[in-house]
């Protein structure tokens, strides 16, 4: 009877607070959302900052920031300002689907592991060790089912470049072939093994200071990290090779655009976006949309607080993803080749920073791979690993202006990884510095120093994707 009782003053209590927020007019996150405001964003006259970025709540995410976990906790702690436009999002019900019984943070097993253990292949020591990283409540792969999304979107408030490109646009002079995947090995790794037909997916991981320690970097292929507004940065992982509990998950952003277009036919998951940018992100037309917003297969930990406590699985999405192997990223040495005198431009160089505006990211050669720091203290993942790498990649790329803004009226930025630009390659513990090209947005970019192809130690790669001329490699 008490329990009964409980439950229905529980009930009472949803029920009011939902009639709350209609009387008041609040967004989920308490802001008011004036008829003023709203005419303004939709008749795109300029107030672009209605068009807040950051806003994955306007797409489905605000009722899950609010929600209650499985031991009664409320997840309304550092949520993020939604777009003053946007309406009240009703939760799909099958949007978060949480693991049986308590969803707090506990180690477990990665559950599928299909390529050779290497250097920047596994989550233990960087040297080779095998094991798999430990993960929020991972559990057993389930189908994952999405519905389609709208591709629209307030366009008349985009700046930027990427999202007014045609994928296959070519934009300048190819130097050199592409990438090309060499027979017996993965395509994002160049390491030995046989590649699972499935498609790369590419993952959107937050990297503020509650979302660390992270799940999944150390299971990833290739992470690009890429910087948002305010100086703060986020990750975009890729998986093809091992499958990977991961997050926290976070939003999109027009960055983005430049980034998946190289992969074939990716899975993109991510937590969501504001209109503009989601219209952007939809249009891409060989991407297989997973926004949680539209999509299963994502959960939310009881050991975090919103909005830093979203997490899905790779397994799960592949098993009702289309499409085979994406292509070759970068091209390798063969497994055990050590840079040599032939890379005439090649310098001893153990150690390098990037000084982001938020925070700096730093690399160190240990002998067998690169181990990350962030903000000057080892950068660990959330099985107690630091993060590591067999190549870091520093891409220069043009800065542009989106013509939006974050709630806070931070300028949202985006890094036009397409055309040409300076790149810094780390790899066997030496610099070569050179020219990165990539003629369109569906191509891979060609690495290139002193007229030869710049290849890497096969493993995983980082790609630090920087704004040019701002001396930020350190």
């Known amino acids: ?44 006259d300029g107030v672009v900052v209605q068009a807040t970025e950051d806003s994955e709540q306007s797409t489905g995410d605000r009722s899950a920031a609010e929600s209650t976990d499985s031991r009664g906790t409320s997840g309304q702690v550092e949520t993020e300002t939604a777009s003053p436009t946007a309406a009240p999002v009703e939760e799909i019900p099958w949007k978060i689907q949480r693991p049986q019984g308590d969803t707090a943070v506990t180690a477990a097993p990665d559950s599928t592991t299909t390529s050779t253990t290497a250097v920047g292949q596994s989550d233990g020591a960087p040297s080779g060790s095998s094991g798999a990283e430990a993960a929020p ?46 027979p017996g090995t993965m395509p994002l790794t160049g390491l030995p093994g046989v590649a699972p037909s499935r498609p790369a997916a590419i993952v959107k991981i937050d990297n503020g ?32 090779s091992t499958s990977a509990t991961v997050g926290p998950v976070r939003s999109a952003r027009t960055t983005d655009i430049g980034i998946i277009n190289s992969f074939g036919s990716p899975l993109l998951m991510y937590s969501g976006a504001n209109e503009v940018t989601e219209g952007l992100i939809r249009a891409q037309p060989t991407v297989q949309n997973r926004n949680a917003g539209t999509s299963s297969g994502y959960w939310r930990s009881s050991g975090r607080r919103a909005p830093s406590n979203l997490y899905t699985d790779t397994a799960s999405h592949w ?48 002998g067998s791979a690169w181990l990350r720091t962030q903000g000057g203290s080892p950068h660990m ?33 985006e890094f036009v990884f397409v055309g040409s630009g300076d790149v810094s390659v780390f790899t066997d513990g030496k610099r070569i510095d050179g020219r990165w090209n990539r003629p ?35």
């Open 1 to 44: 009877m008490e329990r009964t009782a409980a439950k229905a003053t529980a009930n009472v209590g949803v029920l009011a607070l939902a009639i709350l927020v209609v009387v008041t007019g609040c967004g989920g996150d308490g802001s008011s959302q004036s008829d003023e405001a709203t005419a303004a964003y939709r008749q795109g």
């Open 137 to 182: 409540s991972a559990r057993a792969a389930t189908v994952v089912t999405t519905i389609p999304g709208a591709s629209g979107g307030v366009a008349s408030l985009y700046k930027g470049f990427l999202g007014t490109l045609d994928r296959n646009k070519q934009i300048v002079d190819p130097l050199g072939s592409p990438p090309a995947t060499q």
């Open 209 to 240: 200071p509650a979302a660390r320690p992270q799940s999944g970097l150390n299971a990833a292929d290739i992470v690009i990290e890429e910087e948002v507004e305010g100086g703060v940065t986020r990750f975009a992982a890729v998986f093809h």
């Open 319 to 366: 098993a009702s993803a289309g499409s085979g192997p994406p292509p070759a990223q970068f091209a390798y040495r063969a497994l055990g080749e050590r840079v040599t005198s032939v890379h005439n431009t090649a310098v001893t160089d153990d150690q390098f920073s990037i000084a982001f505006q938020a925070s700096t990211a730093g690399w160190s050669w240990n």
């Open 381 to 413: 993942t959330s099985s107690g690993q630091q993060v590591s790498a067999a190549n870091v990649v520093v891409v220069e790329a043009r800065e542009v202006p989106t013509g939006m803004v974050d709630s806070t009226g931070a300028k949202v930025p």
């Open 440 to 474: 369109s947005l569906a191509v891979a970019p060609t690495l290139m120093s002193g007229g030869q192809i710049i290849e890497l130690t096969p493993g995983r790669t980082w790609i630090e994707l920087i704004g040019r001329d701002k001396g930020l490699l350190g």
